[in-house]
């Protein structure tokens, strides 16, 4: 079968099925038409503004800077009216939207397992006053390299990992954090949905590996694993070098004064090596950017839980979650600055050394995720617009989400259109950015399914002369807990402090 009768080869999109005879340029490029008419399809109003706006941002010349701009792009045929009023006025369907990205085709690791990482980043819109569900975003490296909290809307975004070292990732889900909203208890549901998805497309059997969900230290990862249990899933994440968690309970001995038994056994403090005792399991691995890399394992630890913050009025005692500590320990970071251990949390028992191998690896691809936020920020312009309306915001944060799927698809279709001083790039190597360089040109050759644009005439607009009477209302930030009470620093942030030895996290939206 040949190139031009790849448009016309029918496509399953939620599986990523061609025909038997179909060459594998055919199979890429019918399976990218057919995401793009699913797209159309998910548009409910205002479907050919929105359509070609995600066009014109895979087609634009260099980073987003501004949304007016991308309405002179060739691939607009609209005015920025209609730009305009398409994320103000339009509607997705979001539900279909993420069952189709659910059925794509997949990442995967080595074992055939699906790698989940969950992030949030901000959009931050500081000076913005009139923008209402704005929430103070914690900041980094802003400054003098300093910790800041900085007004703007969360996103809580769930992306699917690949094995080696790469900047794709797989986007399935976006969620906007609301002010004083328990971050464990949205992304336990954002999880939660995202895994039901993949078993309804066929993404994940009965017998196949369960899912890992990589968290970073933002995130609690024992409480996560405690209310994801029914799933099959994994949870693994760092935690905080201070902390403390407790060994199972020993073996109940006889004792005439009697007293209620025990719960929790002797500590295990991080910063301590002498309470550390003897690990489950060890190994060392030969690395090229970071030298000798040991990871040292400790089975059944947990934290030692107390009623406050998020498991205030628990109804019973309280559970104990159970997991493997797993500390990792590198020769030499490749910046050239001191390596400091990770501590991770695996909700799982009993860990071999390949199990041992597996998280660490797969935690350090979480990193990827942060590829692909630089990606959204400074190519394709997620944070760019200066938008008032948080659910415009959730418009355009989908078409910068469906905009990098479709450069996902268009890999195996790309060209390596690499400047002159640029090295050059395997085909199976290129960046986003590269691949979106000739997506103008993949674009050329795929079917559009927006209509043409009418002819209209403007409206007469505001008179010439007169003044904006209707004031836009100002919105304070939030900054509150989940449980209605003002913030305070919580003492373990402070300097000086004694190891954390309880399991609770405030629960603020960052």
């Known amino acids: 079968m040949g190139e031009a009768v790849a448009v016309a080869v029918i496509v399953d999109y939620l599986g990523g099925l061609v025909l038997p005879d179909a060459p594998p340029r055919a199979a890429a490029r019918g399976r990218l038409a057919a995401f793009r008419d699913e797209f159309y399809g998910c548009l409910t109003a205002r479907a050919d503004a929105l359509f070609e706006l995600c066009d014109a941002v895979l087609c634009t010349d260099g980073p987003v800077k501004t949304l007016v701009g991308l309405s002179v792009a060739p691939e607009h045929r609209r005015g920025h009216g ?70 703007g ?87 905080r070098s201070d902390r403390v968690l407790r060994r199972a309970t020993p073996p109940r001995v006889y004792d005439p004064r009697g007293g209620r038994p025990r719960r929790h056994g002797t500590e295990f403090v991080f910063g301590d090596p002498a309470t550390w005792g003897t690990e489950q399991a060890t190994t060392t691995t030969d690395t090229r950017r970071y030298g000798t890399a040991t990871a040292r394992a400790w089975d059944r630890l947990h934290p030692q839980l107390t009623r406050r913050a998020a498991w205030t009025g628990h109804p019973g005692p309280l559970p104990v979650i159970a997991g493997t500590v797993i500390r990792l320990q590198v020769q030499h970071l490749p910046s050239g600055g001191d390596p400091k251990p990770v501590w991770l949390w695996w909700s799982g028992l009993d860990a071999t050394t390949a199990d041992v191998d597996r998280c660490w690896q797969m935690f350090l691809r979480r990193f990827d995720i942060e590829h692909t936020f630089r990606l959204f920020k400074q190519t394709l312009g997620w944070t760019a617009p200066k938008i008032r309306d948080p659910q ?119």
């Open 82 to 151: 209609a730009l305009y009023d398409g994320l103000n006025r339009g509607r997705i369907d979001l539900g279909r939207l993420r069952m189709t990205l659910a059925g794509l085709p997949l990442p995967r690791a080595a074992d055939g397992r699906i790698v989940l990482a969950v992030d949030v980043s901000p959009w931050l819109r500081p000076d913005a006053g009139t923008c209402p569900a704005r929430s103070f975003c914690h900041t980094y490296g802003r400054g003098r390299d300093q910790h800041l909290m900085v007004p």
């Open 153 to 239: 809307w969360p996103y809580s975004v769930v992306a699917a990992l690949e094995t080696g070292r790469t900047s794709w990732t797989a986007v399935l889900d976006a969620v906007r954090l609301a002010p004083g909203a328990d971050v464990a208890a949205v992304t336990t549901g954002q999880i939660r949905q995202v895994v039901q998805r993949l078993i309804t497309t066929g993404q994940w059997h009965p017998d196949d590996p369960k899912i890992m969900i990589v968290l970073d230290a933002g995130y609690d990862a024992p409480r996560i694993a405690h209310l994801t249990g029914d799933l099959p899933v994994e949870i693994l994440g760092r935690m």
């Open 392 to 510: 415009a915001a959730d418009r355009w944060t989908w078409i910068v989400i469906t905009a990098h799927t479709q450069l996902r698809l268009a890999r195996p279709l790309a060209a390596d259109l690499r400047r002159p001083w640029e090295k050059p790039a395997a085909a199976d190597r290129l960046t986003p950015a590269r691949v979106r360089r000739g997506f103008r040109h993949l674009r050329a050759k795929l079917p559009t399914p927006a209509g043409a644009p009418k002819p209209s005439r403007p409206g007469p607009g505001r008179p010439p002369g007169s003044t904006n009477r209707r004031r836009a209302p100002t919105h304070d930030v939030g900054r509150i807990l989940a449980t209605g009470e003002a913030y305070t620093r919580p003492t373990h942030h402070k300097k000086g402090t004694k190891p954390r030895r309880t399991g609770k996290r405030q629960a603020m939206i960052l």
